[in-house]
């Protein structure tokens, strides 16, 4: 019986870091809730490491990709279709920079700080130079 007990605790504490992450929904839009076009809604997402973040076209010819020099080292990187939704889960901290590719000039940015303390890459983040209103 105490070994049923002690593997049924273990599995229980295997399982917690994953019953504790969180799912975090940004849109692709044509126009956002204050009426600026071309955003990612919302533009800015605080997550920890474990979490899943789900990107959703919600309006208009959008993709997501991330944005190179804004991406932490270790996490893999993606290029999104046209049109298509992406989920990932993050993996490491750090700021974890997305853009939609045709409106990247127009500002169409958002941003992942996954981690509570400072980011790791955050020295070569800001040394990224953006194009237009990105």
């Keep these: 019986m105490k070994t049923t007990f002690l593997c049924g605790a273990l599995a229980a504490l295997a399982l ?7 799912e975090h929904r940004i849109e692709m839009r044509n126009i956002g809730s204050d009426a600026q076009p071309m955003v990612f809604q919302p533009a800015f997402v605080q997550a920890e490491v474990g ?9 208009g010819a959008h993709n997501v990709q991330t944005i190179e020099g804004v991406w ?13 939704d992406m989920t990932f889960t993050v993996t490491e901290e750090g700021l ?17 700080k996954v981690g509570s303390g400072g980011a790791p890459n955050q020295a070569a983040a800001d040394a990224v130079v953006h194009p237009g209103r990105a």
């Design 16 to 22: 917690a870091p994953a019953a504790l992450a969180e």
């Design 51 to 59: 979490d899943t973040i789900v990107i959703v076209n919600a309006m």
């Design 72 to 84: 932490p080292e270790g996490a893999d990187s993606f290029v999104g279709s046209m049109n298509q």
């Design 96 to 112: 974890h920079g997305i853009k939609c590719l045709p409106h990247y000039e127009a500002g169409m940015v958002g941003l992942i």
